[in-house]
């Protein structure tokens, strides 16, 4: 495997700095990694596009001004001339976006995400756009309409989802950072199968104009990467007020780089760590409870304070989740009509008025997962049913936020698996609906609540990752980088190296591609 | 909470404007049934006196100023259109036969 694309983001920053490498060499090492091993038979398809002379044409203007040298050099962004991948539900320019949809196939965004105008303004190149579950709706990527992407631990496994592309991409390599959105887990969980680093931020914390919207009360932009350290520095860049998403903080972006420079230490002197009680055991497989339980070990021999705390009221979390979530999801995609924008189909036969073609075109622009929930969302807000359904479950948002106050009262930081289970075989729970949602069980009562988290890897079970989840209060996301580094530092030192180092190689002779 | 039946679902699916075939509407019916029985539980979980919440982080009044701001031209507004005529959209016909 080249050097270059094994480097963390910022040792390929500090790289570019020293005029080690270019970031044409940089970008053009990544396109050879997706071009050998992303295509084939059996790639890893993180990607539904790959935007090569744009991500050239970055590279060589970011090279340009560091051969150039003087004031513009030094105010370069930190990240500059790093490649990025990013999610397919968030709007770019100049590259198509489809939402992992039939109903956007085609479609060219007018305008930029403001994510992706800071990407630019800081010059990082954007190597393309990564596969998710068509919309966002799904926890494997199997619900993309253009085909799944693979687990880079083993092929015949899923990634994750709904940012399966995302985290596949930085897992094997094809990126050294990727966005992602996180809804009920979608950066989390994926991050948590794939042995990456994912961040959740706090809700308001990352704008979200330019984020197809999937359920606007829930979800989130946030950064997916390789180490904690890389987090921070992608999301101190993302974050920030922006005036055109309404429920954007107007706050200063905490100091996430420092807090994980800090936990890097390895000290967890004075930190208190709630165990959420809820959260683990029945459920959870034995290997990732293992996993868990030395997680654990690791933080209180750094000097972390360990203590239990209960959230009675997450058992009703995963309820309320699917009922919140396809009501906004039912409203949000209302849009898509072969109106405006998008996919028209005609209908076969009858009479051609607009009422039949939008029906027409949303049967056969939107897939399984996406009609069913639209249809629940629906059913739970039609009348007679809107009380007992969408009113009960924003009670139930209500007391989840109380839990999350009473154990934040105890600790400065909570703790769970991820995800009860690792990696599972791709296929096997795409047509069982319920057993796929609960593989968000551990991830959904922080959206529900708005409060940040975090997924580091946590080790192997049976040779596939396990991730293990830190959730901070609103607004307190350093918290979360000064801890995860904690536990990134104590495990890798466990392990004498990084989780990755003990994935499968890939090649084009494993994925079936072009040498 | 009452069952779902095929009715309901054909229902909800013209609400939704989804077409769907008989061999979908009976899958979904089923499906949906499964998962309604299995979140109804929300209704048991709050007594009446828990306020809900609808965002998670609650801001009010935002407001931007009242100036003029960025918006899409004509054109970038329906570049994307499946049919567009003049600086419109062209839709099929809006009442049913009349």
Redesign the interface.
Same mark, same amino acid.
């Not at chain 1, 009113?391 to 007391?399: D, E, F, P, Y």
């Given at each position: 495997m080249n050097q270059i694309i094994q480097l963390s983001a910022t040792e390929l920053a500090a790289k570019l700095r020293a005029g080690e490498i270019t970031s044409v060499e940089a970008v053009q090492a990544h396109l050879d990694r997706i071009a050998e091993i992303d295509g084939g038979e059996r790639g890893v398809h993180a990607f539904l596009h790959v935007n090569t002379d744009e991500a050239l044409a970055v590279a060589a203007e970011v090279d340009a001004i560091r051969a150039a040298g003087g004031a513009e050099a030094e105010a370069l962004h930190p990240l500059a001339g790093v490649p990025i991948a990013i999610k397919d539900l968030i709007v770019t320019k100049g590259q198509p976006t489809t939402a992992a949809s039939k109903m956007l196939e085609g479609? *060219?965004s #007018? &305008?930029d995400a403001t994510v992706i105008s800071k990407i630019r303004a800081a010059k990082l190149p954007m190597l393309g756009k990564t596969n998710l579950d068509e919309f966002a709706m799904g926890s494997s990527t199997e619900h993309s309409a253009y085909g799944p992407t693979r687990n880079p631990w083993d092929l015949d496994r899923i990634p994750g989802g709904s940012g399966g592309g995302s985290a596949a991409a930085v897992a094997s390599f094809e990126a050294p950072l990727a966005l992602g959105t996180d809804t009920g887990g979608s950066i989390r969980q994926p991050g948590a199968v794939t042995g990456t680093v994912g961040v959740k931020p706090?809700?308001?914390g990352v704008s979200r104009y330019g984020a197809i919207a999937m359920a606007s009360? /829930?979800d989130q932009i946030g950064p997916v990467a390789r180490t904690v350290l890389d987090s921070a520095y992608l999301h101190e860049l993302i974050g920030g007020h922006d #005036?055109a998403d309404?429920?954007s /903080?107007n706050e200063q972006v905490p100091a996430l780089i420092a807090a994980a420079e800090q936990g890097a230490t390895g000290d967890m002197t004075g930190v208190r760590v709630g165990v959420i009680k809820e959260l683990q055991g029945e459920g959870y497989e034995a290997g990732v409870q293992a996993r868990f339980d030395e997680s654990l070990e690791a933080l209180r021999a750094a000097g972390a304070e360990i203590v239990e705390v209960s959230c009675p009221?997450f058992k &009703?979390a995963?309820? $309320?989740y &699917?009922?919140i979530m396809p009501s906004e999801v039912?409203s949000n995609l +209302?849009k898509f009509?072969?109106?405006?924008?998008? !996919?028209?189909v005609? #209908?076969e036969e009858g009479?051609? !008025?607009?009422?039949?073609?939008?029906? $027409?075109t949303?049967?056969a622009g939107?897939g399984e997962e996406v009609?069913?929930r639209?249809?629940?969302g629906?059913?739970a807000l039609?009348a007679g &049913?809107y009380d +007992?359904?969408y009113?009960? +479950?924003?009670?139930?948002? !209500? /007391?989840i936020?109380r839990d999350f106050d009473a154990a934040f009262a105890l600790a400065d930081v909570l703790i769970s698996p991820t995800s009860p289970n690792v990696a599972f075989e791709l296929g096997s729970k795409i047509d069982d #609906? /319920?057993s796929m949602y609960l593989n968000d069980v551990a991830t959904i009562p922080a959206? *529900?609540?708005?409060?940040p988290g975090i997924t580091v890897p946590g080790g192997l079970s049976e040779g596939l990752p396990v991730g293990i989840q830190f959730l901070a209060p609103?607004r307190e996301d350093a918290r979360l980088y000064r801890v995860g580094a904690a536990l990134e530092k104590l495990l890798e030192d466990s392990w004498g190296g990084r989780l990755l180092d003990q994935a499968p190689e890939l090649s084009a002779t494993t994925t079936g591609g072009v040498a | 909470m009452s069952a779902i039946s095929r009715e309901d679902v054909a229902h909800l699916a013209q609400l939704a404007h989804i077409e769907m075939s008989d061999a979908e509407l009976e899958k979904m019916t089923g499906e949906l049934g499964v998962i309604v029985e299995s979140i109804a539980s929300v209704s048991e979980a709050a007594s009446a006196d828990v306020p809900a919440t609808s965002h998670p982080i609650a801001l009010t009044n935002v407001f931007r100023e009242d100036v003029v701001g960025t918006t899409l031209t004509a054109e970038e507004a329906l570049m994307n259109a499946p049919d567009s005529v003049d600086t419109r959209f062209r839709v099929p016909a809006i009442l049913d036969g009349e």
């Open positions: 479609w *060219m #007018p &305008y706090t809700y308001g009360s /829930l #005036p309404s429920t /903080l009221n &009703y995963l309820a $309320a &699917y009922l039912s +209302a009509d072969g109106v405006r924008f998008g !996919t028209r005609l #209908p009479p051609l !008025t607009i009422e039949r073609v939008m029906g $027409a949303r049967a939107f009609k069913r639209i249809i629940l629906t059913y039609s &049913y +007992a359904y009113g009960s +479950a924003q009670k139930v948002r !209500t /007391l936020q #609906p /319920l959206n *529900m609540a708005g409060i609103a | -």
